[in-house]
């Protein structure tokens, strides 16, 4: 486990062979990918159908009631529980019935590493980073650091935030309404005070963390906890951070105290547009919140009326047809093929574009054709990749049928222990608003108010 951040996604151009007499010609194809509610298979609800075979093929598929399907061990059995527990949101629960799996049966090796790799991740998703510090075991704690330490392993900068207080969140009566911006990648952007100072942030569901520019973290107050420099790992590489605090952080009238943060170079936090080659079409981040602050929220982000909703999640509410987001080290969505094949994608904010991965065209049998986009990916990356791209594929979430087109097919993926399917960027809210509970497990794209299944009080 790791702290991350999202990918930029910038498609320029796509290209597919052409059928007919002589040899296939390119074909240049101006629409970017699109995701859409598919209003003709409105209020459909696709059930699941397990297909797992392997435990552990069911585990990366979050597929919890294998063991009581198939034959497993005690060890397994306790595992899948505490998985589950995860997956409904009880994560101080989970992170208690995981220490106990690891410590119960450190025999079995497997279960033992996948148990800390995901209990790692609840500490840092419940930022109890002091207690995450001390996994480590003390004869190794004041040992030296080794040479080949891991600067992007969450338990170095679990050992950097251990001094940082409790975070504390307050919330206003009423709901807050924030003007929303878009950068010029597309990603959803609303002004934040940072101790008193406003800035224009990304919201990026991609990066467990918040980070801030270094030239913004010396205006606004922000310094660096440790002398030591640690790393972040983007999709583009591995990116120097310094571990911080921000002691305030206000969204309109929604304050944190005692958030912890990372702190990247200026010259990195920016993104390159066209050919990457022109300095003119460099364009400056200022910072991001990341999911460690949007997790804490009722978010509703609104493409067509350009704001952003936000108010303190309803405790204990469920939502209308079972939960569809988790946290596992990632926000993964899980969606339903028509066949009842669980897919789930990563939602992040950050990438401009939704992409899946071969996982997905190997379990819905999906149409592909070959073609060529161009990507830039978070802090300054930059790359031209050829390859397949999913024509059409229907799924289904929280009661919602959604269509999925010129989709960009990447090789398998994992987020952890878990296969990754695609990833959800921030065009999947271009034709309306993108709800995020992840207290209540909940991702929705809605049209407008009063559509079935979709009412603002849901």
Not at 38 to 58: N, Y
Not at 140 to 154: G, I, N, Q, T
Not at 403 to 425: E, M, W
Request: proline share 6%.
């Amino acid at each position: 486990m790791r702290p991350s951040t999202g990918c930029v996604l910038l498609a320029i151009v796509a290209s597919a062979g052409a059928v007919g007499c002589g040899p296939a010609k390119p074909v240049l194809i101006f629409t970017p990918p699109s995701v859409a509610i598919d209003t003709s298979h409105a209020g459909s609800r696709a059930t699941v159908i397990p297909r797992s075979t392997t435990f552990w093929e069911a585990m990366s598929s979050l597929d919890t009631g294998f063991v009581n399907r198939k034959p497993a061990s005690e060890a397994e059995r306790a595992f899948a529980h505490a998985l589950g527990l995860v997956m409904s949101g009880q994560v101080e629960q989970a992170a208690l019935a995981l220490d106990s799996v690891g410590t119960t049966f450190p025999g079995d090796t497997l279960i033992h590493a996948a148990s800390r790799l995901l209990m790692t991740a609840m500490l840092q998703y419940q930022g109890k980073w002091k207690l995450l510090a001390e996994l480590t075991p003390l004869e190794l704690r004041e040992a030296p650091p080794p040479l080949d330490l891991d600067k992007a392993d969450v338990e170095s900068w679990a050992s950097a935030f251990k001094t940082v207080e409790e975070r504390q969140v307050s919330f206003p009566n009423a709901p807050v309404v924030l003007p929303l911006a878009l950068s010029a990648s597309g990603t959803p952007m609303i002004p934040v005070k940072i101790n008193g100072q406003e800035r224009l942030l990304w919201i990026d569901t991609g990066s467990s963390m918040s980070i801030v520019a270094s030239d913004v973290a010396a205006d606004c107050g922000v310094a660096a906890l440790v002398k030591d420099t640690l790393e972040v790992a983007t999709t583009t590489g591995r990116v120097p951070a310094r571990p911080a605090a921000i002691a305030r952080l206000q969204l309109g009238g929604i304050e944190f105290r005692n958030s912890t943060a990372m702190i990247v170079a200026s010259d990195l936090m920016h993104i390159r547009l066209g050919d990457g080659t022109d300095p003119k079409e460099f364009v400056k981040i200022d910072g991001v919140i990341g999911f460690d602050i949007i997790s804490r929220l009722d978010i509703r982000i609104d493409y067509l009326n350009h704001r952003v909703t936000l108010q303190k999640p309803r405790a204990g509410k469920p939502p209308r047809g079972g939960r569809n987001l988790f946290w596992v080290g990632a926000p993964i969505v899980r969606l339903v093929s028509s066949k009842g094949v669980p897919l789930h994608f990563n939602l992040d904010t950050g990438a401009q574009e939704t992409y899946s991965t071969e996982g997905l065209v190997t379990k819905t049998k999906a149409r592909t054709f070959v073609g060529e986009r161009r990507l830039i990916g978070g802090f300054a990356g930059l790359t031209v990749v050829h390859g397949r791209f999913v024509d059409e594929v229907r799924l289904t979430t929280a009661g919602q049928s959604l269509l999925f087109r010129k989709l960009l097919v990447f090789a398998p993926a994992f987020s952890t222990l878990f296969s990754i399917d695609g990833v959800l960027g921030s065009d999947i809210g271009r034709g309306g608003v993108v709800r995020i509970d992840a207290t209540n497990g909940l991702f929705l794209l809605e049209t407008q108010r009063g559509v079935a299944g979709l009412r603002f009080e849901s």
